[in-house]
């Protein structure tokens, strides 16, 4: 069981003779390939580590669609502004699945949205990157969401039902959202020599923060061995990044566009695409909160979060008169 065998790679996991009854019993059904749902017992742990994931999920849902909602007046036609209209629409779709997923592990959505105004909860580095040009529209669908696929497709069958069942909807979406930023690129590949090129600099631009989508290296990561024990994750961070650099490598030399690595290449013994790590000293600064358009990500959150206060006042004044009558009728 992968409960032991993490324990004899020296992870810290607890194996199966050094858990607590409830524990083992717990970590059998995982092994065994059941749904853990809401009401079942859980360690605590794995409650506040699908807090943290969900959430952090459910964030970069609602912040991813800044980058994006800035170019729908700007889009070239009326039919790609009805696109990514659309797609920003998903986005936010996403969010609530995911919060409403979050919420069933007795947090509300009102404290997820504190936590991450207040630092104590995080979104996708990604979207601390600007969007310049019409083409980061191509990179962002092709590559992000992409890279986001990769992710999210292994999370249909994590542990926890309501978090799985959330993101087959998701998957299905995002599968057309990736499949819209390749057609933008192919579009632009294929133009003019100033668009090819606006399609090459998106490409510079996010191929590097899309691998860092997939979080740190794994001899650095700090949650992985517990999470992938639990069936919270499915795959390692590496495992993902690599499996994206096998599949998206073919796809930019279909586009006549050149990855920004000059280390990429096949080998043949491996069967896998040797590639350069990212910066991870970026990728930590751009946590900590020094991206490009961190401060200006969470001002956008912070003022949505200020100016709809009277929203959320009216419907727990709406909630709370309806329990009253409710109340009275009994």
């Not at 794995?46 to 849902?61: D, M, N, P, V, W």
Request: aromatic share 10%; glycine share 6%.
């Amino acid at each position: 069981m992968y409960a032991q065998m993490v324990k004899s790679t020296g992870t810290g996991v607890k194996s199966l003779d050094e858990m607590d009854p409830r524990e083992r019993a717990f970590q059998e059904r995982i092994d065994a390939g059941e749904k853990i749902e809401p009401k079942d017992w859980m360690p605590e742990e794995y409650r506040k580590t699908l807090i943290r994931q969900i959430g952090q999920h459910a964030h970069s849902e609602i912040v991813g669609q800044l980058p994006e909602g800035n170019w729908i007046t700007r889009a070239p036609t009326l039919e790609r502004k009805a696109i990514l209209l659309a797609k920003v629409q998903d986005e936010a779709g996403h969010g609530l699945y995911l919060y409403c997923a979050a919420e069933t592990l007795g947090v509300s959505r009102d404290e997820m949205t504190r936590m991450l105004l207040d630092g104590r909860m995080k979104y996708s580095s990604i979207f601390n990157y600007p969007t310049l040009t019409w083409a980061d529209m191509g990179a962002v669908g092709w590559l992000v969401d992409g890279a986001a696929i990769m992710n999210q497709v292994p999370l249909q069958r994590t542990s926890y039902g309501p978090y799985s069942r959330a993101m087959i909807r998701i998957c299905k979406e995002e599968s057309f959202h990736q499949r819209q930023g390749f057609d933008i690129m192919m579009k632009m590949a294929n133009g003019t020599a100033a668009q090819k090129k606006m399609a090459q600099d998106a490409l510079n631009r996010f191929w590097y923060p899309a691998l860092m989508m997939f979080g740190p290296s794994d001899k650095d990561s700090v949650h992985s061995a517990q999470s992938m024990a639990w069936k919270i994750k499915m795959n390692t961070n590496d495992e993902l990044r690599q499996k994206f650099v096998d599949q998206t490598v073919p796809q930019a030399e279909y586009l006549g566009l050149t990855v920004p690595d000059d280390k990429l290449a096949w080998n043949e013994e491996r069967g896998h695409y040797d590639f350069s790590e990212p910066d991870w000293d970026e990728f930590y600064d751009v946590l900590k909160g020094n991206g490009p358009c961190n401060r200006e990500r969470l001002a956008a959150r912070q003022k949505a979060w200020d100016d709809n206060q009277w929203v959320r006042d009216g419907l727990l004044a709406h909630a709370q008169k309806r329990e009253a009558m409710k109340v009275a009728a009994e």
